[in-house]
């Protein structure tokens, strides 16, 4: 019913920036409405809160991590969210997930509120 592709995902240097872009589609997609946020995923490890934004885009939260160098922002218009990553450091670099839930006024950091994912971004960082 709903997909999201991730996009700009690569190999960067540490101190390097890189822009993760999450496109929606599907005919019950609510932009309006919808939740959105963005996780990462190390080999061998759980699945990490990195940013949520509201349905709306008024309102962010961050990970203590990525707080002051990520950025998570979002375009209706182009059904597109956006992970601005800036300064990256050697503990970054995992596959990177986009997930949509239902309910987009409250920004939630587990994994089990969300409803829909992408297939997931690799994000390198070497030193």
């Known amino acids: 019913q709903v997909q999201l592709v991730e996009s700009g995902g690569g190999l960067v240097q540490a101190g390097d920036s890189l822009g993760l872009s999450c496109a929606a589609s599907g005919r019950a997609f609510n932009w309006y409405a919808f939740g959105m946020g963005w996780f990462r995923q190390a080999p061998g490890k759980e699945r990490e809160f990195v940013a949520a934004i509201s349905g709306s885009g008024a309102r962010t939260s961050y990970a203590d991590s990525v707080k002051g160098r990520f950025t998570i922002s979002r375009d209706t218009a182009k059904n597109t969210v956006y992970l601005q990553m800036n300064s990256l450091k050697p503990a970054d670099p995992a596959v990177h997930y986009c997930?949509?839930?239902?309910?987009?006024?409250?920004?939630?950091?587990?994994?089990?509120?969300?409803?829909?994912w992408g297939q997931g971004a690799q994000v390198t960082v070497s030193s």
């Open positions: 997930g949509a839930k239902f309910e987009g006024r409250t920004l939630q950091d587990s994994p089990d509120s969300y409803n829909y």
